[in-house]
């Protein structure tokens, strides 16, 4: 059987083809909805142990059941999980493929249910706002525009749960891939996988393989099947500027003590002009973009003014005309600003401190310690003493202004052509999945840890992205639309159908 699956999928056009992918997808989606709400009903705050070890257990679990063998790779953290099953083809090629498994704090006040980890079944009202429904409803007719409301149902739970759901349609087809697969699974991404890079490097023999996919992230705006070769990489750096030893009366100090909220107000303001452009002499140095770079960015099918009333804004920032190019350059983003209290809870004082938590997205022509330097360079320039932890009584009134300043890097960009093995098989499988070629991004603006598996391990990487952009993915109400989890199924059966080829 496994060989007249392989001849019809190999002689029917595309979309004939496409269309019997539809009705398989679609009936692998109603009998996995069930085990999509098992793994989102696990709690996967990775500051959390106990969160770490039940998902760990699932998926081990889950794996073993589809005859892939687990190992537990040991960290200085939260362990890894790496699954492998091998193909019985000669001289097979060896995919490996990252899912992230562990999700974002909650803060279940700003969650319009009961349990961001009990996932909620909604449609959309009339009126507005979304209207949760009984579960028992996604086994009837559902509607592909209902979504699954729960933290991690897009990042990245769902796709974890795609890629079962697929290698199940794949399994009862008796079809067997022409490729050896190794899976591994990451639970402590969003708090930047500070021990991957060792791990692989430790481990690079097991995880050793000739390409790496992320089934991560959304789709294109216009939720077209979406290829992304690359990603930019992130540093963070915490600023904290200093005013009083203690909050002070603003009745009796006002006029008097500095306030490090206007301080550190001034001093981020300088950073930008109005354009939103850094201004911090040779921050976009080593970037350029050359006219065929030009025509891969023009190529993406954007619509900038769709895009901005989405994001409700009138105009853009002005580091380059459209977004893609943007993405290309990296960014000095003020993540969050601290000082005194606001609301229920706010008092007339002159604040102590004051913090701002920024985030650099780095992009491959840039080395993420000169950009930090040029940062620090810049504060000084503006009149600051630098200190590395909290000042000293002596340091306080022997310098005007005080910044601690901590920056850290937690993984580097990454880039891979268009052309390479990876990508022209990825083109071909989702070309024959849906009939058309699928949206191709040179890069993505999220960061992902996956630079120390394409230099570690020598591999190129290309990001399978299947959610709806639309996800509220790190924020309150996380959702995954029901069309895009099928639509993934679909994608994921799609790659393992499509022959790699020997080495």
Known sequence: ??????????????????????????????????????????????????????NVIWCEREFKARAFTTTRLITDGPPLLLAERKTSAANARTVLIYLQIDGQPVDPQYWYQDDPYVPA????????????????????????????????????????????????????????????????????EEMGSPHLPGAVSRYSEALAADMLIIFDGPRHISNQPTLTFGARGISTITLTVYGPVFPQHSGHYGNYCPNPALRLARLLASMKDDDGVVTI??????????DKTMEILKAVPDDENVI???????????????????????????????????????????????????DIRLVKEVDPDRLIGLVKTHIEDQGYFIVSDKP??????????????????????????????????????????????????????????????????????????????????????ENLRLGNYVDGIKTMIGILMEPLGMK
């Open 1 to 54: 059987m496994r060989y007249t699956i392989l001849f019809l999928f190999m002689i029917l056009s595309t979309l004939a083809v496409a269309q019997d992918l539809d009705k398989l997808a679609d009936a692998y989606a109603r009998q996995h909805f069930d085990l999509l709400k098992e793994l989102l009903s696990i709690p996967n705050d990775a500051h959390f142990p106990d969160h770490v070890e039940q």
């Open 281 to 290: 002499s040779g921050y976009y140095d080593g970037v350029s973009i050359d």
């Open 392 to 477: 000293t009584q002596q340091e306080r009134i022997s310098h005007e202004r005080i910044c601690r300043f901590q920056a850290s890097t937690s993984y580097l960009a990454f880039r891979t052509d268009f052309d390479s093995d990876v990508g022209v098989w990825l083109t071909s499988a989702l070309t024959n999945t849906f009939g058309s070629e699928p949206i191709r991004h040179r890069t993505s603006g999220g960061s992902i840890p996956i630079s120390p598996f394409v230099t570690t391990l020598n591999i190129p990487a290309v990001t399978v992205p299947t959610v709806n952009r639309d996800n509220n993915q790190h924020s309150p109400n």
């Open 121 to 188: 079944l909604k449609a959309e009202a009339e009126e507005g706002g979304w209207i949760e429904m009984p579960w028992d409803m996604i086994h009837g007719d559902y509607n592909r525009e209902w979504r699954v409301f729960a933290r991690s149902a897009s990042d990245a739970k769902g796709p974890a749960s795609m890629f079962l759901a697929a290698l199940d349609a794949v399994d009862d087809l008796e079809y067997e891939p022409d490729f050896n697969l190794k899976v591994i699974m990451d639970f402590e």
């Open 308 to 358: 901005k009333a989405r994001l409700g804004i009138k105009s853009a920032d002005k580091v380059a005309s459209t977004l893609q190019e943007s993405l290309q350059y990296p960014s000095l983003n003020v993540r969050g600003i601290s000082s005194g209290w606001v609301g229920a809870e706010v008092r007339t004082i002159v604040p102590s401190t004051a913090v701002a938590e920024i």
